[in-house]
């Protein structure tokens, strides 16, 4: 069998009489107590240290005024973990852990609350590492902004998918000489993502980091249920049964030749209890609205508010209209993709009921999430 990093380390700082294992273990018991944390890694929290390692080790070369070839590369890889002294990890070690506490802190600002919910684990490792180095200069609201668009630049381009420890060793040095630095750099992460219109359409399941993605920012949106009006984000918090449902029923879109791919999309899908679900069933839009609103005790107009918290135009859903729905909720979605990247993207001419099959298997499908 061979060794992984955390292993070998283990294996290394034994010989000078500590043990890394019930460390962590009482580390990874404290990471846990967060529900967001709970799919942190041994190898993610030993990254973190090596990150901050080859940093404090490129900074002091380029200090002391050494050639380009003399200054260490700023890096996470294996070797560069199984480098890691004992002297290292007692010095950065703690300072990690609250990284990632405080990276736990952040998420939950963006809802982004348990571990089902985060697009990718490996994205937690460079965040950690630059609240680590930062400490309590993270702490202001223009640093949170700023570190808020690099987070959701990173989820909705889908960049840490793979070829991830590079983009680590990018990340904390970009990430700290432009946090909080007016007309700093932009970090790279941000320069490169990039979220195609087109991409909404083949978002379908959880497996995607972007549509994990798109559901944390309804919620940041204050986004009601429609049944109860209590925010989707107080049902996630207590636990209640939440989960992405369609809004055009999918037997409804069977029964009325939609496209099952323009069906499935994350278009046509938001987050709602799953009583109001069952409310919903198979109907129609304009049999299920009334239906609802009588059920709750709310007036039209109410039930249109609460629509509007999900980025649904009201009267296309009143009037069985999937085609206009479906092109108003793209262009909302595509607005709140936008805010959240600040950066425009390229509106693209093409609609879903223009869209071929071979379009279609263009378009990547959804995939893991890393």
């Known amino acids: 069998m061979s060794l992984t990093a955390f292993e070998l380390l283990t294996a290394s700082l034994a010989a000078e009489g500590y043990e890394l294992r019930p460390d962590w273990e009482r580390r990874r018991q404290h990471l846990h107590k967060h529900r967001v944390l709970r799919a942190v890694q041994n190898t993610d929290f030993l990254q973190a240290i090596a990150l901050l390692v080859t940093y404090d080790a490129h900074l002091k070369a380029r200090r002391e005024g050494r050639a380009a070839d003399e200054i260490p590369a700023v890096s996470c890889k294996r070797r560069e973990i199984l480098r890691l002294t004992l002297s290292d990890y007692l010095a950065w070690a703690d300072r990690v852990q609250q990284g990632f506490v405080n990276a736990a802190r952040f998420l939950r600002r963006q809802y982004v609350f348990s571990e089902r919910d985060l697009s990718y684990r490996t994205q937690l490792v460079p965040l950690a590492a630059v609240l680590a180095w930062l400490g309590p200069n993270a702490e202001p609201l223009g640093v949170q902004d700023q570190l808020a668009r690099w987070f959701w630049c990173g989820v909705l381009g889908e960049l840490y998918g793979s070829a991830v420890e590079t983009r680590f060793a990018r990340d904390l040095p970009d990430l700290v000489a432009w946090l909080g630095v007016a007309d700093g750099p932009l970090p790279r992460t941000i320069e490169e993502a990039n979220f195609s219109p087109s991409r909404l359409y083949t978002l379908r399941t959880r497996n995607s980091a972007a549509y994990k993605g798109i559901h944390a920012l309804l919620m940041r949106e204050q986004c ?11 049902h996630t918090y ?8 369609h809004i055009f029923p999918r037997a409804w879109c069977d029964a009325h030749g939609i496209d099952p791919r323009r069906c499935e999309s994350i278009i046509n899908k938001t987050a709602i209890s799953s009583r109001t679900n069952r409310m919903i069933g198979g109907n129609a839009p304009s049999l299920y609205l009334p239906a609802i609103a009588k059920s709750a005790g709310i007036s039209e107009e109410r039930m249109d508010e609460l629509l509007r918290s999900h980025a649904i135009a009201p009267h296309y859903l009143r009037a069985d209209d999937y085609d206009g729905f479906e092109r108003a909720r793209e262009q909302a979605l595509l607005d709140l993709i936008e805010r959240a990247m600040g950066k425009p993207m390229m509106r693209e001419a093409i609609t879903a009921e223009q869209m071929t099959a071979e379009d279609y298997e263009g378009l990547e499908e959804d995939g893991d999430n890393g």
């Open 238 to 245: 207590f636990e209640d049964r939440v989960d992405i449902h």
């Open 224 to 234: 009601l249920d429609l049944r109860t009006g209590v925010s989707i984000v107080e």
